[in-house]
């Protein structure tokens, strides 16, 4: 078994017992952490396969973006003004492009969505789209840890249930066993654009496989008007009767999640998705992260797309949470440091199902990580700031230095191990000016 010795002049575990190791220590064995300590602690006769000296550096657990869609880096910039959680903004913006892309368009997008992750720290992430064959193979070259929703849109129509449901099982037998990738299920929208027929061929196929949901929850009311009129109660309660709610689901945005839900999920395998920078550039609204937080029900951080975002970086996730926050509450403190660290870490890995494996730097887990340069610009005075608040309000994602997943490097000293990130963006220019062609021929017509 191969061990690893890793210095660094802080180790942050965010674990329960918030430990920090000053001029810590890390042992990796093979993928998992073995040890975890001072350095004054460690014995000078002991041997480890390599040593690896961070120096002047932070570790701390990767974050996991809780809710991307990893091709749409194609697309970014063409949303500019617009609001795709609206039917006409997201049909003039984004679906008119999706009707002239072409599979083989898929995976640079795909590519230059993984370095940008790995670039700012992200170790795990949490994706739902469509043409899942072309996504997969490159985020398993990339070394990522994510969990890979199959996109379902049915709109009722039976041909169009079935080929998807179809599509999405066979991607399910294909990804099963990957050490790194786990396959869920993603329907768009339930009862907005995946009907109730098709939500019992995919609680049938979650059942088979034993998998859980990536959705888009309340972007609106859509979904508890339609339960209301229909069946009396809202969306959450229709989900429960219905047994979706013992299912782990991912539950995008939840902007409109109601009071009257709250305790209906929190004991359940239910996570609603922070988004804010989607929630402010579409427009949209934000979830009752206070309420939720305090009625107990998990709340994990993402990114959302980059078209309406722009940015994969989790850091500047935190900074808006924790600012949105205080503004919205007119408290400065209404949302701890440590609980916007939680939403970007454990709270994501609770969400899909892996907090005993990741979230948290802790013996026996993955050798899932990250390396800050602490002689970057904003962490001075360390007599004055906090840890937490400086990783949450004064640092960024290009603070990242290294980046280690299942342990293994994906980043080392500001160099990428698993991406040739320049060629991924070459291959993007061109697949995009392939389809804005397409889509000029297409108008000339």
Same mark, same amino acid.
């Given at each position: 078994?191969?061990?690893t010795l890793?210095?660094s002049?802080?180790v942050?575990?965010?674990?329960a017992?918030?430990?920090?190791?000053? @001029?810590?220590?890390?042992?990796?064995?093979?993928?998992?952490?073995?040890?975890?300590?001072?350095?004054?602690?460690?014995?000078? &006769?002991?041997?480890? +396969?390599?040593t690896?000296?961070?120096?002047y550096?932070?570790v701390?657990?990767g974050?996991?973006?809780?809710h991307?869609?990893?091709?749409?880096?194609?697309f970014r910039?063409?949303v500019?003004?617009?609001?795709?959680?609206?039917l006409?903004?997201?049909?003039?913006?984004?679906?008119v492009?999706?009707?002239?892309?072409t599979?083989?368009?898929i995976?640079?997008?795909?590519?230059?969505s993984?370095?940008?992750?790995?670039r700012?720290?992200?170790?795990?992430?949490?994706?739902?789209?469509f043409?899942?064959?072309q996504i997969f193979p490159?985020?398993?070259?990339?070394?990522l840890?994510?969990?890979?929703? #199959?996109?379902?849109?049915?709109?009722?129509? *039976?041909?169009?249930?079935k080929?998807?449901?179809?599509?999405?099982?066979?991607?399910?037998?294909e990804?099963?066993?990957?050490?790194l990738l786990?396959?869920w299920?993603?329907?768009h929208?339930f009862f907005v654009?995946?009907? *109730?027929?098709?939500?019992?061929?995919?609680?049938?196929l979650a059942?088979k496989h034993?998998?859980?949901?990536?959705?888009?929850?309340?972007t609106?009311?859509?979904e @508890?008007k339609?339960?209301?009129e229909k069946?009396?109660? &809202?969306a959450?309660?229709q989900?429960e009767?219905?047994?979706?709610?013992?299912?782990p689901?991912?539950?995008?945005?939840?902007?409109?999640i109601?009071?009257?839900d709250?305790?209906?999920?929190?004991?359940?395998?239910f996570?609603?998705v922070?988004?804010?920078?989607?929630?402010m550039?579409?427009?949209?609204?934000?979830a009752p992260?206070?309420a939720l937080? *305090?009625?107990?029900?998990?709340?994990?951080?993402?990114t959302?797309n980059?078209?309406?975002?722009? &940015?994969?970086?989790?850091f500047?996730?935190?900074?808006?949470?924790?600012k949105?926050?205080?503004?919205?509450h007119?408290?400065?403190?209404?949302?701890?440091?440590r609980?916007?660290?939680?939403m970007?870490?454990?709270?994501?890995?609770k969400?899909i199902?892996?907090?005993?494996?990741?979230?948290s730097?802790e013996?026996?887990k993955?050798a +899932?990580?990250?390396?800050l340069?602490? +002689? *970057?610009?904003?962490?001075a005075p360390?007599g004055?700031q906090?840890?937490?608040?400086?990783?949450v309000?004064?640092?960024?994602? #290009?603070?990242?230095? +290294?980046?280690?997943?299942?342990?293994?490097?994906?980043?080392r000293? @500001?160099? #990428?191990?698993?991406i040739?990130?320049?060629q991924?963006?070459?291959?993007?220019?061109a697949?995009?000016?392939?389809l804005?062609?397409?889509?000029?021929?297409?108008g000339?017509?």
């Amino acid at each position: 078994m191969s061990a690893t010795l890793i210095k660094s002049a802080v180790v942050l575990c965010l674990d329960a017992t918030d430990q920090i190791f000053e @001029n810590g220590y890390l042992v990796v064995e093979n993928n998992r952490i073995t040890e975890i300590g001072y350095q004054k602690d460690l014995s000078a &006769s002991r041997k480890f +396969d390599q040593t690896v000296d961070l120096g002047y550096r932070l570790v701390m657990p990767g974050l996991v973006n809780a809710h991307t869609h990893s091709p749409m880096t194609l697309f970014r910039g063409h949303v500019e003004g617009h609001s795709i959680f609206t039917l006409k903004g997201w049909y003039n913006t984004i679906r008119v492009l999706e009707l002239d892309m072409t599979p083989d368009m898929i995976p640079s997008g795909v590519a230059v969505s993984c370095a940008e992750m790995i670039r700012t720290g992200t170790t795990c992430f949490v994706d739902q789209y469509f043409w899942m064959d072309q996504i997969f193979p490159v985020v398993r070259e990339s070394g990522l840890r994510a969990v890979l929703a #199959y996109g379902i849109v049915e709109l009722g129509e *039976e041909e169009a249930r079935k080929r998807e449901v179809a599509a999405a099982s066979k991607f399910l037998d294909e990804i099963s066993g990957d050490p790194l990738l786990d396959g869920w299920i993603g329907p768009h929208a339930f009862f907005v654009d995946n009907s *109730e027929a098709a939500m019992q061929m995919e609680k049938e196929l979650a059942e088979k496989h034993h998998t859980g949901f990536h959705i888009h929850y309340a972007t609106g009311q859509s979904e @508890n008007k339609y339960c209301q009129e229909k069946y009396g109660h &809202s969306a959450i309660k229709q989900l429960e009767a219905m047994g979706f709610l013992e299912y782990p689901i991912v539950a995008a945005h939840s902007i409109g999640i109601l009071e009257e839900d709250y305790a209906v999920v929190k004991d359940k395998p239910f996570t609603p998705v922070f988004a804010p920078s989607s929630g402010m550039r579409n427009a949209a609204g934000l979830a009752p992260l206070l309420a939720l937080r *305090e009625a107990g029900v998990n709340v994990a951080l993402g990114t959302d797309n980059v078209t309406n975002n722009n &940015s994969y970086d989790m850091f500047k996730e935190m900074a808006l949470t924790g600012k949105l926050m205080a503004l919205l509450h007119r408290d400065p403190a209404v949302i701890p440091t440590r609980y916007i660290l939680e939403m970007a870490t454990i709270n994501g890995a609770k969400a899909i199902g892996k907090e005993k494996e990741i979230g948290s730097l802790e013996k026996g887990k993955k050798a +899932d990580l990250i390396a800050l340069d602490l +002689d *970057e610009t904003g962490w001075a005075p360390f007599g004055g700031q906090d840890y937490y608040a400086a990783l949450v309000y004064a640092v960024g994602g #290009y603070h990242v230095k +290294d980046v280690m997943v299942n342990g293994r490097w994906l980043y080392r000293d @500001n160099r #990428y191990l698993t991406i040739d990130y320049m060629q991924a963006k070459k291959d993007l220019e061109a697949k995009h000016a392939e389809l804005m062609t397409r889509i000029l021929i297409k108008g000339k017509k």
